[in-house]
């Protein structure tokens, strides 16, 4: 593995830009029936809060080992963004999708294509746009023995209580079909899922999969908005790995929030994520969790916008995110 050789990838959309806006209610006119419920277009899905910038400046500040970064679009560009950073490549959806496929509003699909950029690492870090480093790192700190690390939660789920588990979401049901399909393939069942935090990929093993699974990777990217029939591919890339003894699961324990105990450095040890749902946390509690990231630098983090996320929180991860990474990037013009 070279040091020089490990790229990022993000996904980022600006639900706010106007043409964006009417290109996507222009297709809903078009196809009345393309909606599997409104929710998977909702506001929040797809709002822009300026995550990127930031957590563009988490990496230059945190991973300098990095080498490109790719940030796919769909006919849009950041403002702030300097493209004529030797690191920054922008790529648009044509670049990785056949024309049969877009335009797409489904981060699962879109997660279905990310090895076809071109020159991209064969290992890479996958970022949302609501990922965030909070410390310095290494390559060591996602690679293990030269493989990537797959980050998780413990393993509670089995298959004998898999059908009582509800499902409240599209993407709760594409982590879902994903562990059917390697139970199916593999008759191996994987009852741990992933910390919603950044991916390690290859680009091989994804190319594998597409092959493997073809019929579930088109079917998801024809689901131009999120669909109770999506693949999960982060989720069947990891289950695939550890059913195929390739690698195994690598549990990322999490800070909760600012709790008096987490100052003894023991029962501290190894937190290194934080999940910040800020549709279902009181404001207390989101500035309880900025005041643990603040103190304790985890690894990683990730602010979570969804459904009835008010201005006045959205404020409040400005604000943080302004004072956690004060200095303005190279990426930035």
């Known amino acids: 593995m070279n040091n020089n050789k490990i790229d990022i990838v993000y996904t980022w959309v600006n639900g706010n830009d106007p043409n964006w806006l009417n290109k996507k209610e222009s297709f809903i006119n078009q196809n009345p029936n393309i909606l599997e419920n409104k929710r998977v277009n909702s506001k929040e899905r797809f709002f822009n809060n300026d995550e990127l910038k930031f957590s563009l400046r988490s ?82 700190d996602f690679f293990k023995d030269n493989s990537p690390k797959l980050f998780s939660g413990k393993e509670n789920i089995s298959i004998q209580d898999l059908h009582k588990k509800e499902r409240k979401n599209e993407f709760q049901y594409a982590i879902h079909n994903a562990r059917l399909a390697i139970y199916r393939k593999y008759n191996f069942f994987c009852g741990f899922n992933l910390r919603h935090g950044i991916k390690v990929l ?35 890339y990891a289950y695939y790995l550890v059913a195929q003894g390739l690698n195994q699961k690598h549990y990322l324990k999490v800070l909760r929030r600012d709790l008096f105990r987490y100052k003894i450095n023991y029962l501290r040890k190894d937190r290194d994520h934080m999940f910040v749902p800020l549709s279902t946390l009181s404001i207390k509690k989101i500035n309880s969790k900025f005041s643990a990231i603040k103190k304790y630098t985890p690894l990683m983090f990730c602010i979570n916008d969804g459904p009835n996320v008010s201005d006045s929180k959205r404020d409040i991860v400005k604000i943080f995110l302004k004072e956690f990474y004060p200095n303005k990037s190279a990426f930035e013009k």
């Open 59 to 140: 990496v230059q500040k945190y991973a300098k080992w990095i080498n490109n970064i790719y940030i796919i679009t769909d006919n849009q560009k950041p403002e702030w963004l300097n493209l004529a950073h030797p690191k920054i490549k922008l790529i648009d959806h044509r670049e990785i999708f056949d024309e049969e496929y877009l335009p797409c509003f489904n981060s699962s699909a879109i997660e279905t294509s990310l090895h076809k950029i071109k020159e991209l690492s064969n290992y890479f870090l996958f970022f949302n746009d609501d990922l965030f480093l909070g410390r310095e790192t290494s390559m060591g």
């Open 202 to 236: 290859d680009k091989n093993s994804l190319s594998e999969l597409e092959i493997i699974f073809s019929n579930e990777f088109k079917a998801t990217r024809f689901n131009r908005f999120r669909n109770s029939s999506d693949i999960h591919v982060m989720s069947l």
